[in-house]
């Protein structure tokens, strides 16, 4: 299973930017997709997840300018992001609870880098 990323980028304070992730692969239930990011001496921490029938959930750092959704078709999974500040700059990554031959998996992105910089 892979999973690309893309949408980063640099962007002002109170700028916005979409995130997508694809999956692909050999996969038979796409389950919970999320978004977690990592700033320079921080851990990995969740932004957003939604589940298969569109259930989203926030961190509260984000709550009310990020939005999550889900393109079960295409297998993708998107991050709205508004209003962004410089705390919200790091490096975006994907996950995918995966359903496939091999059982339950988590699988990873390969990570795309937000800059909120004037």
């Known amino acids: 299973v892979q999973l690309q990323a893309s949408g980063g980028g640099l962007v002002q304070p109170g700028g916005s930017l979409r995130l997508s992730c694809a999956a692909s692969?050999?996969?038979?239930?796409?389950?919970?997709m999320a978004w977690y990011r990592q700033a320079p001496g921080n851990q990995r921490e969740l932004v957003a997840d939604?589940?298969?029938?569109?259930?989203?959930t926030y961190a509260d750092l984000v709550k009310g300018r990020f939005t999550i959704s889900r393109d079960n078709a295409k297998r993708t999974v998107y991050l709205q992001m508004n209003g962004l500040n410089a705390e919200d700059a790091a490096v975006y990554y994907c996950?995918?609870?995966?359903?496939?031959?091999?059982?339950?998996?988590?699988?990873w992105g390969q990570g795309t880098l937000v800059t909120v910089s004037s």
């Open positions: 939604i589940t298969r029938d569109d259930t989203p």
């Open positions: 692969g050999t996969i038979v239930s796409l389950l919970t």
């Open positions: 996950n995918a609870r995966v359903v496939n031959k091999w059982g339950l998996n988590d699988y």
